[in-house]
């Protein structure tokens, strides 16, 4: 079954403590994404990657850091968790970039 | 980058027709439109895309006019499970290859 897996889906942290959110997929995508969501203002995207060794900054890189070593790999590192990165993150990949994008579940981090 | 305008939200009807139409005056040549469906605590799911004219599946039109500066997700005899998010997407230009970024969404409400 193609898709997206993210882990952990939900994980409660405190400030400071780094973290990392991993997202796999399975259908030899080559393009991949992260994505926050907060309420009333949508996805925002974080980081991207267009394949293996290619990021690029999205509309909120700060506090991220991703990495792209192998291409159904697409890991988001909080270094320094902040309270203000309380939100609901979402992986995605597609083939090509502006294609349909496939979502993973949903990874809901809280930071105290 | 094509910024996008959505209603916030729009209520229905079980039965009826929704048309949810988003702004995007400064899309690119190579831009299409992609439409997008989320449920509560799920990633957004695909429904259609398309660079001008008609587009039509087996759940969704999508309407473009000649000078692509807005788009109209049609949703013909909606259900209560069409009650969701609907984000309007611009995006695959040669400016930003990669960079995407959503709307604030619009929220639809079916009620019987």
């Known amino acids: 079954e193609a898709q997206v897996t993210q882990n952990p889906r939900y994980l409660i942290t405190v400030t400071g403590k780094k973290l990392t959110v991993t997202c796999s997929q399975n259908?030899?995508?080559?393009?991949m994404s992260w994505y926050r969501q907060d309420p009333g203002l949508g996805l925002r995207q974080i980081y991207y990657?267009?394949?293996?060794?290619?990021?690029d900054k999205g509309d909120v890189p700060e506090g991220y850091k991703v990495s792209r070593k192998e291409k159904r790999n697409f890991p988001l590192i909080l270094e320094s968790p902040s309270p203000n990165q309380t939100s609901l993150y979402f992986c995605?990949?597609?083939?090509?970039?502006?294609?349909?994008?496939?979502f993973g579940e949903g990874s809901r981090l809280t930071v105290l | 980058l094509a910024k996008t305008t959505q209603p916030i939200s729009m209520d229905s009807y079980e039965g009826q027709e929704v048309n949810i139409t988003c702004s995007h005056n400064?899309?690119?040549?190579?831009?299409?439109i992609t439409w997008y469906q989320q449920f509560p605590s799920q990633g957004p799911r695909f429904i259609i895309q398309?660079?001008?004219t008609k587009v039509t599946n087996e759940v969704a039109s999508l309407f473009i006019p000649a000078d692509r500066k807005s788009s109209t997700l049609s949703l013909p005899r909606v259900s209560l499970s069409d009650t969701a998010v609907y984000y309007c997407?611009?995006?695959?230009?040669?400016?930003?290859?990669?960079?995407?970024?959503f709307g604030a969404g619009t929220q639809v409400v079916v009620t019987p």
């Open positions: 995605a990949s597609s083939f090509p970039p502006g294609g349909e994008l496939f």
């Open positions: 259908m030899n995508h080559e393009y």
């Open positions: 990657s267009m394949n293996v060794e290619v990021t």
């Open positions: 400064n899309i690119a040549t190579n831009d299409y």
């Open positions: 398309g660079y001008k």
């Open positions: 997407l611009v995006g695959l230009t040669t400016d930003s290859w990669g960079k995407l970024q």
